[in-house]
């Protein structure tokens, strides 16, 4: 399996894989959204031998009161669901995560599990001040910092780019 960049014959079937992946095309309709919008996006696929299984996309976040601290927002991932539990979001997680360092991001954010994403070194957000715009348990809004003390005397409410209200 290999961990690339999406190309553009790859986006129907990103969508299709996202649908499939959650209950609802929200998901699907917010990437597209985010692809034609945000800059600059990270945007990976799992590809096991010409078959699209997995999807992750990170896009860039605000934080009110930083100052000036690139941080990178992950949402959403997707893997099919007939392929889960194969270390493929794993592989996609840590992917993105070392790319987003390549392009000089501090840290990246995550509403997700708490079970899941520790093991990327992720923690409560509010650990640095950080709180997240939505109204979400503290234990699910997560920062994994990307450079060492990325975060240290960063606080404030971190916003996602507007395509997430209005996918």
Known sequence: MEIRPERAADIPV???????????????????????????????????????VGHILF??????????LKIM?????AVLPAEQRRGIGSALVSAGL???????C?????????????????????????TCEYDVPDDVFMVCELAPDAMRGESGTIRYH??????
Do not use: K, W
């Not at 927002?73 to 991932?77: D, E, F, T």
């Not at 599990?113 to 923690?123: I, N, S």
């Open 14 to 52: 990103i969508r299709a894989l996202n649908r499939a992946a959650f209950e609802t095309a929200m998901e699907a309709e917010l990437v597209d959204a985010l692809r034609d919008q945000a800059e600059p996006i990270v945007s990976l696929v799992a590809d096991d031998r010409g078959s699209i």
């Open 59 to 68: 896009s860039p976040v605000t934080l009110s009161g930083g100052r000036g």
């Open 73 to 77: 927002g992950l949402a959403p991932m």
């Open 98 to 104: 070392e790319r987003c360092r390549q392009l000089g």
């Open 106 to 130: 501090g840290a990246v954010v995550v509403l997700g599990h708490p079970e899941y994403y520790p093991r990327f070194g992720f923690v409560p957000a509010s650990r640095f001040g950080v």
């Open 162 to 167: 507007a395509a997430f209200a209005n996918p």
